[in-house]
């Protein structure tokens, strides 16, 4: 039985593509993770861990929230989180892969539409496929064609809520969202706002509470932060309306039927999100990198994007693959972002900041990009 050759002609063809893609080390200077405060290998995670050990945490949950997961940890971490953030309820889950899947697959009903923004995560899609709303995409980033969409299925006869999903800062291109106006928008059509703060959480807004913390509070509202990027950890937090929360409890079946998270990151969690408003200078020695880069590298072909995420657009996928091997090569740890993460035709290099790098990094990535043809 050539059970293989599937397998063998799906992976051929993501060669010929330039799209195949293989499991690499880390190596050289980190200008490709999302560990935007340095906080994944800093001090005061590590001391958070020890001190959690030592007074019993446990490293493990060993069973769903619903049984015997529901660890105290795991209730701190989730009240401290709702007070910090300005949210009525939170609920912990193991990524933002997880809580956005479940979100999507359970809350938004037969009868709804969720509108998306046509860049929006993967994980929002796999949740829309699995629940029972309608969903359409709308235009990156263009309210308008959010209320073209809205408008549309009106006029068509639908009549349940309208859900709007976007990202305040979207990993991929850089930029941030006008949430302002899409939480203008959502008022208008009486619609619920939810907003994927992941890139956000840790760097921007007051205290790093994100973009989304400058709106005025507001019970048409959930908002996703996740724990394995700014904040150096693991999981993520979903902050929404408590009625929704109780309802995740009761209906979310990737909540209901997985191994709660681990109470020793909850317990680290704790401490990264209280080191937001502890430490400031993190974030501020961070926006100092992010003004350094805009000045060093937009002459190199790197535009400033707003954000601390910067690209340079290449186009072809394979050699997109080239110049982040030479980047490599000469100690910059670069990687080529090609389809289906972004459009085709679109295969770029990303450049992340964080506090892993210094301004000589900065200023050698700048050398090394000016040399690449």
Known sequence: MQWSAPYETNLAALADSGSLRRLTPRRGVDFSSNDYLGFANAPLLREAAAQALARGVPIGSCGSRLLRGNDPEIVTLEAEASAFFGDEATLFFSSGFAANTAFFATVPQRGDLIVHDALIHASVHDGMRLGRAEYRAAPHQQVDGFDAVIADWRAGGGTGRVWIAVESLYSMD????????????????????????????????????????????????????????????????????????????????????????????????????????????????????????????????????????????????????????????????????????????????????????????????????????
């Open 174 to 373: 850089g930029d941030k969202t006008p949430l302002a106006d899409f939480a203008a928008l959502a008022d208008r059509h009486e619609a619920m706002l939810v907003v994927d703060e992941a890139h956000a959480t840790g760097v921007w807004g007051p205290q790093g509470r994100g973009l989304s913390a400058d709106l005025p509070s507001a019970d048409n509202r959930i908002v996703l932060r996740t724990l394995g990027k700014a904040l150096g950890c693991e999981g993520a937090l979903l902050g929404m309306p408590r009625l929704l929360a109780d309802f995740m409890v009761n209906r979310a079946r990737p909540f209901i039927f997985s191994t709660a998270s681990s109470p020793l990151m909850a317990a680290i969690a704790r401490a990264a999100i209280r080191s937001l408003s502890d430490h400031p200078e993190y974030r501020a020695e961070l926006h100092a990198l992010i003004a350094h880069a805009r000045a060093r590298l937009g002459p190199v072909g790197v535009p400033a994007t707003g954000s601390q995420i910067l690209l340079r657009h290449v186009g072809d996928n394979a050699r997109a693959v080239a110049m982040a091997d030479a980047l490599q090569a000469q100690g910059f740890d670069v990687r080529a972002i090609r389809p289906p993460t972004v459009p085709q035709g679109t295969a770029r290099l990303r450049i992340s900041l964080t506090r892993n790098a210094r301004v000589k990094d900065i200023d050698a990535l700048a050398t090394a990009l000016e040399s690449l043809v």
